[in-house]
């Protein structure tokens, strides 16, 4: 599943806000029933390869995901010394004003973008993707090398998120 920030807009070129969402995911393992098997976040969207627990809605997970990383992003917009803070936090209030919730802000796109994965070699290929994202973008050479991405766990070393592995 995709997610993604509304109009592209690069929030994720900062650490304290990766971290946001790593703590946020490591969170919903522990205490809503997510399975992570694959992640990556770029600089304006998060790739995920998830499934929830039995009888727990992977919808449900994810709009409180979106929901409160929402708000922690944009309070550390706030708090944290970002040079584009005044122009990020117009963009975010301004989508939020366009929706018809009438939101005070809004960060993430609607919806999730799911496909579902159903055969060893969709589960590969997707796998691979979400790995190959920052060699594709140039951020790094090796899929491992970048440390906000589940590719690491896949060598042999421990990443940021807490990983269901694949068999």
């Known amino acids: 599943m995709t997610t993604t920030v509304i109009d592209w807009v690069d929030i994720f070129t900062r650490p304290i806000y990766k971290q946001i969402v790593v703590d946020s995911l490591n969170y919903c393992i522990a ?18 390869i998830v499934s929830a627990e039995e009888g727990v809605l992977l919808e ?11 708000k922690k992003l944009f309070e550390s917009m706030s708090e944290f010394s970002e040079s584009r803070r005044v122009w990020l936090i117009k963009k975010f209030v301004f989508a939020g004003e366009r929706i018809q919730r ?8 609607d919806g999730f973008h799911p496909i579902e994965l159903n055969t060893n070699e969709l ?11 920052p060699v594709t ?11 906000y991405s589940s590719a690491v766990d896949y060598c042999g070393e421990k990443g940021l998120v807490q ?5």
């Open 31 to 48: 205490k809503k029933g997510l399975k992570v098997y694959a992640w990556v976040i770029m600089s304006n969207h998060i790739h995920l």
């Open 60 to 70: 449900n997970i994810m709009r409180d995901f979106k929901k409160f990383t929402s």
């Open 137 to 147: 973008d140039e951020i790094v050479i090796l899929p491992e090398h970048y440390v």
């Open 123 to 133: 589960m590969a290929q997707k796998m691979d993707y979400i790995h190959q994202n």
């Open 102 to 109: 009438n939101s005070e802000f809004k960060i993430w796109k």
């Open 163 to 167: 990983l269901t592995k694949l068999e």
